[in-house]
């Protein structure tokens, strides 16, 4: 201690340094890499509830960019809110029996969300999905289980007990062979559910798609 009661300059330059290594280590985790990254998926996130579908399709596709597993605290989000947003009718969870050039065909698996009861269904389904690029980005050629969405569905009897179904357009794709598959399929099935439709001409309701039965006009999802 100097006169007037001041700390002596050795002592100062030790809180300087000890003010320092606490920023130091404050500062540290924003340096990583997954630090930054989580902290971009939670900040871009927010947008995925944006009323204008461009928006949203947007922050899909930059989400999508990012790759998982960053981004899998949000990836039921961003599934969910795309299968709403293509909903065609159609939508199934099948593992893939043969994929070609052409086309894919699955076994069929009941789960909630079905909106009908089928037993023992092989699906197939042409092309890849082309309803959007955040579609595109999901779809993945190796995958073995995946979430379908499709429309233009005819029933081709194979038997007593087995049907085929074909899918005359792939909306979307989504890969679901791993551990976060029933998260998915949950924020799907809630996501369905809080969902309905309605005939612009005529006010009727409807928790599909589809046209509307009293004027055959398409039904608008409501936002």
């Known amino acids: 201690m100097i006169a007037g009661g001041e700390p002596r300059p050795s002592r100062k330059r030790a809180v300087v340094l000890a003010l320092v290594l606490v920023l130091v280590a404050l500062a540290a985790p924003l340096a990583s890499s997954t630090v930054r990254e989580g902290i971009e998926v939670r900040w871009l996130a927010r947008s995925l509830r944006s009323r204008d579908p461009e928006v949203r399709e947007e922050t899909r596709v930059r989400l999508l960019a990012i790759g998982r597993p960053a981004i899998d605290p949000v990836f039921p989000e961003i599934v969910a809110g795309l299968v709403v947003e293509a909903d065609s009718g159609w939508i199934f969870l099948?593992?893939?029996?043969?994929?070609?050039?052409?086309?894919?065909?699955?076994?069929?698996?009941?789960?909630?969300?079905?909106?009908?009861?089928?037993?023992?269904?092989?699906?197939?389904?042409?092309?890849?999905?082309?309803?959007?690029?955040?579609?595109?980005?999901?779809?993945?050629?190796?995958?073995?289980?995946?979430?379908?969405?499709?429309?233009g569905a005819s029933a081709h009897p194979m038997g007593r007990q087995v049907e085929i179904y074909a899918l005359q357009e792939a909306r979307v794709m989504v890969p679901l062979d791993?551990?976060?598959?029933?998260?998915?399929?949950?924020?799907?099935?809630?996501?369905?559910?809080?969902?309905?439709?309605?005939?612009?001409?005529?006010?009727?309701?409807?928790?599909?798609?589809?046209?509307?039965?009293?004027?055959?006009k398409p039904l608008k999802r409501r936002e």
Do not use: W
Not at 118 to 123: E, G, K, W, Y
Not at 137 to 150: I, N, P, Q, T
């Open 94 to 151: 099948g593992r893939v029996r043969d994929r070609t050039p052409e086309g894919t065909t699955y076994e069929h698996e009941n789960t909630a969300l079905d909106r009908e009861k089928l037993f023992r269904v092989q699906v197939s389904v042409l092309g890849e999905p082309g309803f959007s690029r955040s579609a595109r980005m999901l779809f993945r050629s190796d995958a073995r289980r995946e979430l379908v969405l499709g429309h």
């Open 178 to 216: 791993d551990e976060l598959a029933p998260a998915v399929i949950e924020a799907v099935k809630k996501k369905l559910e809080e969902t309905s439709y309605e005939c612009p001409a005529c006010e009727v309701s409807s928790k599909t798609p589809g046209v509307c039965p009293q004027c055959d």
